[in-house]
C-alpha cells in the first residue's frame, strides 16, 4: 500500500476562486473521509463515502463545498467562491468497508490558505 | 451529540520518563469505540492506540497503554520510556458505532501538544 494520497499539498488561492482537492485512498479501502482542521485545533468531519455513495454530510459543509467520488476510488473535495474562513488543512482518510475496528488511515492532508 | 475534551493544551516530559494525556469524552451511545492518533509536525495523523468500548482490559501497544475508566467516560494515555520521536500532537477520538454495526465517524478533541525534551 502507498498509502492515502492527497494533491495538492499546498494551495494558495485569492478570496472568491474556485479550489479542487484530489484524494487517492488505500487500494481497495471502500470508505473515504474528509475532514478539516485549523490550528490549534482537532480535526473536523466534513463527509464520508462508502464506494461512490455520500452516506453522510457535517453541518459544517456548506452549499460552497461539494465532495464526490465518482468511481468508488479517488475522491476531490471542491471549494467554490473561497472565504478566508476557509483557509485550513483539509484532511482525507480511509478505511477497508467500514468495518467496525479497522483502522482508518490518514493523507498528509492539504493546506489551503486563502487571502 | 459526542463531545470529547482534552484539558492539557501542552505537555512537557524528559527522555526516558512516563507521561500521562487526559481524555474525557461524553455520549450516550453504549458501543463505541476510543482512538489515540499521533499527528508528528509536517507529517501525517497515525494510529496509537485503540479501545472498544464493551472491553474492561485495558489496551495495551508496546510503550503506550490506556487506561479506560467507562463509568467516569475517561480515557488517558500513557507513554513509558518517552523518546524524542514521541514528539508530537496526540489526538482523544470517539468513533461510535451505526445502526447495522458498520464504523461512524471520528470526532476529535482539540489536542495535546507533547515535547520530549532530551
Known amino acids: 500500500d502507498t498509502g492515502v494520497s492527497q494533491d495538492p499539498r499546498h494551495k494558495i488561492t485569492k478570496r472568491g476562486q474556485n479550489v479542487t482537492f484530489r484524494c487517492d485512498p488505500i487500494?481497495?479501502?471502500?470508505?473515504l473521509y474528509w475532514y478539516r482542521q485549523t490550528l490549534g485545533q482537532g480535526p473536523e468531519f466534513l463527509t464520508y463515502?462508502?464506494?461512490?455513495?455520500?452516506?453522510?454530510k457535517s453541518r459544517l459543509l456548506s452549499d460552497r463545498f461539494s465532495a464526490e467520488r465518482p468511481k468508488g476510488s479517488f475522491s476531490t473535495l471542491e471549494i467554490q467562491r473561497t472565504e478566508q474562513g476557509d483557509s485550513a488543512m483539509y484532511l482525507c482518510?480511509?478505511?477497508?468497508?467500514?468495518?467496525?475496528?479497522?483502522?482508518?488511515?490518514f493523507g498528509e492532508g492539504s493546506w489551503l490558505t486563502v487571502v | 451529540a459526542q463531545t470529547v475534551t482534552q484539558s492539557q493544551p501542552e505537555m512537557s516530559v524528559q527522555e526516558a520518563e512516563t507521561v500521562t494525556l487526559s481524555c474525557t469524552y461524553d455520549?450516550?451511545?453504549?458501543?463505541?469505540?476510543l482512538f489515540w492518533y499521533k499527528q508528528p509536525p509536517s507529517r501525517q495523523m497515525i494510529l496509537v492506540i485503540r479501545q472498544e468500548a464493551y472491553k474492561q482490559q485495558n489496551a495495551t501497544e508496546n510503550r503506550f497503554s490506556v487506561n479506560f475508566q467507562k463509568a467516569a467516560k475517561s480515557f488517558s494515555l500513557k507513554i513509558s520510556d518517552s523518546q524524542l520521536g514521541d514528539t508530537a500532537m496526540y489526538f482523544c477520538a470517539f468513533m461510535k458505532v451505526n445502526y447495522g454495526g458498520s464504523q461512524g465517524n471520528l470526532i476529535f478533541g482539540k489536542g495535546t501538544k507533547l515535547s520530549v525534551k532530551p
Open positions: 463515502f462508502q464506494n461512490e455513495a455520500q452516506l453522510e
Open positions: 487500494s481497495e479501502h471502500n470508505r
Open positions: 482518510a480511509s478505511s477497508l468497508r467500514g468495518r467496525l475496528g479497522n483502522t482508518i488511515y
Open positions: 455520549t450516550s451511545e453504549n458501543n463505541y469505540y
